[in-house]
């Protein structure tokens, strides 16, 4: 892999970059700068997000600036507010050692004068969303007909959210001699048409494949009745205590209610749709970013230029009408080559649309069951052990040690131990003993009895304390344990990865050769613990072959369509109606308040 020394660079944007602590380029930077820097060219460049993209278009597009002309040279377009202002920071940094380079955001929620006013001013780049900035050609406040560059970064983005209008005016104000950079996730039929309309023999870079899912990102979905939605929601943010997540609904009053009913049981949680005021936006962005919240609940448009490090999971409460809505769903995690998980909640009349965006995404998922209560309660316990064995003392508390160990002087080590971690953990055990399985019940499938065990006690469960800290996804897990104990493709099954430790399965007449030879290793130093978990994960049945249920796999999910009038990619429309009320009619019993 290159540095960015060996990407033609100048030395102030070298320095900018040292700064910031970048080491080495991403594949779209890597691929992209060299080019751009080479030729005055278009450039159609396809990566999903959190790739990098604003560097690739962001150094080349400094470095042919004249800083010294205060005319606009270069207009950035982005899909949201949002988007718009984190470019523009981006610019801002990566330009910090070229003093009279300016770069001006322009964007709906703000006063139009005062960033007419920073235009006039001098603004060689101008960072634009697409409504604001047809707004100010109307009314004569920016002159962009005589610009070199315009970049449409998350160009699908932007189509999807109605902006194609827009888009098409502005262009058609600049001159045709200008270079156009296009920087999106996927290639529809509208990126398409600008591309042919207002393009010139555009050169192509692909990271990855189009219109494919991010290698970062698994990909899961769980099977419940439709009135065990929100309690399957629940149980999956149980079983994952560090989740950083967003949730994804389809309708901004289904946004509210979900958020709403996740705060009332005690998470931290938050709803983010377009009813909401900016100021309401900023605040739970604001909260979001500083991890006060740890579930965003969002609908697609509201969530559109969301960018947050570190996502671990994004989750579909209800899938999206199309499937490349959902490729963007998934891409706000995994970022940055970060692992990430991307679950879908659906009930079995929705099962057809999971092997419609297979096809698309080229990347399988993987059927999971909802944790059961006795999973769940196994989670949260050896989470908590994790937390207390790195939690970091304050000294702050030494003076009143003399009188709490006076407290506690009869209390053997072993008796404060489970008094301890029973202050917190009695809440799950007293909540989730009564809770029944969720999982919907498939034909010819074995359920499990009332304790959470499966019927025929045929599969070992193991925990083992390696997670996800030590750089493991459920698929890389799965790939090593397969690979040091010599197993068959499928010899390892329901494999679940947490921050600190993980679970999984195999059949009973391996056990002895699972504790045998993982018990003896190390991990970077570190001894692997393995034992018998006493919950068996579920179902001990395999991945199901979901493609094989009847029916050909299609990219739309209307089966034979005779007709073949539904646009390619798309989900069926009629399956929105009756979704997105379940659980709103009291959830039971309320889980344990978060501490």
Known sequence: MKKFEELGLNESLLRAIGDLGFETPSEVQEKAIPLLLEKDTDIVALAQTGTGKTAAFGFPLIQKIDADNRNTQALILSPTRELCLQITNEIKLYSKYIKSLHTVAVYGGASITEQAREVKRGAQIIVATPGRMQDMINRGLVDISKIDFCVLDEADEMLNMGFYEDIVSILSTTPDEKCTW?????????????????????????????????STVSHEFYMVNARDRYEALKRLADANPDIFSVIFCRTKRDTQVVADKLIEDGYNAAALH???????????MKSFRNRQIQMLVATDVAARGIDVDNVTHVINYQLPDDIETYNHRSGRTGRAGKLGTSIVIITKS??????????????????????????????????????IKDVEVDHGIDSYLPAIYEVLKD??????????????FNRFINYYKKNRDLTAQTAGKDRKDASGFSSDGGAVRYFINIGSRD???????KDFLRDTLGLGRDDVFKVDVKEGFSFFNTDAEHANAVLDTLNSMHLEGRRINVEISKNDGGSNNRRRDHNNRGGRRSESFGGGNKGGGRKEGSFERSSRRGEGREGRKGSGDRRPRRG
């Not at 377009?274 to 739970?284: F, P, Y």
């Not at 750089?471 to 897990?477: G, P, R, V």
């Open 411 to 424: 209390l053997s080590k072993e008796e404060l131990i489970k008094k301890m971690v029973s202050v917190e």
């Open 182 to 214: 296009l920087f999106s996730a996927t290639m529809p039929q509208e990126v398409a048409r600008i591309a042919k309309e207002f393009m010139r023999k555009p050169l192509e870079i692909t990271v990855g494949h189009k219109n494919s899912g991010s």
């Open 274 to 284: 377009g009813d909401l005021s900016q100021a309401q936006r900023d605040s739970v």
């Open 471 to 477: 750089d493991f996804d459920w698929m890389t897990l």
């Open 350 to 387: 929705e099962i057809r649309k999971i092997s419609a965006i297979e096809k698309v995404i080229k990347q399988k998922f993987e059927e999971k069951t909802i944790p059961s209560g006795i999973e769940i309660c196994e989670i949260q316990l050896f989470h908590l052990a994790n937390k």
